[in-house]
């Protein structure tokens, strides 16, 4: 069974950066499409950033030129750089592996942008 675990999210003050990290185990997640998303309090979950197996890296206009995503496949891990938060980046992001047979989730990672 296919786990994906994130890390990395803490408090930070505005105009920080901090860089996520999502684990794979269980599966290779060079093979799966990779995305972030994340979800504020009372909000709807939204799309962060996603990364194909072709390398291909699409993102959010709210995050676009502030984060990128990557991956690490001899770690098979994927991370999300993210700098110059501002408050409206505080959610609870989430790592999620997808292709035409299985999909994953992870738990989440806390990031909180406050002074």
């Known amino acids: 069974q296919g786990q994906l675990v994130e890390s990395g999210g803490e408090l930070v003050q505005p105009g920080g950066s901090l860089r996520l990290s999502c684990a794979a185990s269980g599966f290779t997640s060079s093979s799966y499409s990779i995305s972030w998303y994340r979800q504020a309090s009372g909000k709807e979950r939204e799309l962060v950033a996603r990364i194909t197996t072709a390398g291909n890296t699409n993102y959010a206009a709210s995050v676009k030129g502030r984060f990128t995503i990557s991956r690490d496949n001899s770690k098979n891990t994927v991370y999300l750089q993210m700098n110059s938060l501002n408050p409206e980046d505080t959610a609870v992001y989430l790592c999620?592996?997808?292709?035409?047979?299985?999909?994953?989730w992870g738990q989440g990672t806390q990031v909180t942008v406050s002074s």
């Open positions: 999620n592996a997808a292709n035409l047979w299985h999909n994953y």
